[in-house]
Structures are given as structure tokens and as C-alpha cells.
């Protein structure tokens, strides 16, 4: 990739390897989000101005029901998904915990899975 102007980047992004981020707009809902994670010391928070900035390895998940406790009210899968500003890996939301993972779930075969 080759883009030119004030900023300019020459060849492919950087590997990043299993590493995830989230970016979450500050609101109570983040808050809560992050609240969630305490108990992973793998995840790093950073504090962004208008945003934070959360990077770990493999995968982050939030799960709506844990996050509604700690916000005091019902959050769906959705009401988190919007919190994101943006993020690095791939989104996966199909058991009902949104996941930012660096796997590639689409293309992950389950054992028991008929061929």
C-alpha cells in the first residue's frame, strides 16, 4: 500500500499478531465495559482525550448481562456495539457476548462439526 499527501505510508500495515484493541467513546456504558474486564491483567487501558483505549491479547469480550449489572440498567448486545469508536481484529457476537477477537470465527471449524 503506498498513500501520499501530508501523512504518507509505504508497505504493509504492521503485524499485530494476536493483539486486539477497543476504542470506547467515554460514556457510563464504557465505564461499566471496563469495569467488566477487572480481572484480566493482560488488558491495558489508556486514556485517549475523548476515548479509551483498551489493547489485549487474543480477544476482549464484554458480556451485555455482567456490563448491565455494573451500569445499573439493561444493555443489549447493540447498546455495547455502540460504545465502540472503532477497533482492531474481528467482531464476533453470536453467543451472546461481543467478542473482538484476533481469530477468524467465520473459518474456525468446531471438532463436532459435520464435514
Known sequence: MSVTGPMSV???????GDTVRVYLM?????????DSLEDRDD????DKGAYW?????????FDPE???????????L????????????RVDAS??????TSEFPQMVRRADAPS
Not at 509505504?10 to 503485524?15: A, F, K, L, N, R
Not at 455482567?66 to 443489549?76: F, I, K, Y
Open 10 to 16: 509505504t508497505g504493509p500495515p504492521p503485524d499485530m
Open 53 to 61: 483505549m483498551l489493547e489485549g491479547q487474543h480477544e476482549i469480550a
Open 78 to 89: 447493540e447498546d455495547l456495539l455502540v460504545t465502540f469508536a472503532t477497533y482492531a481484529g
Open 43 to 46: 488488558i491495558t487501558l489508556e
Open 95 to 100: 453467543a451472546g457476548v461481543l467478542r473482538v
Open 66 to 76: 455482567e456490563v448491565s449489572d455494573l451500569v445499573g440498567r439493561s444493555l443489549s
Open 26 to 34: 467515554k460514556t457510563a456504558d464504557a465505564e461499566g465495559m471496563i
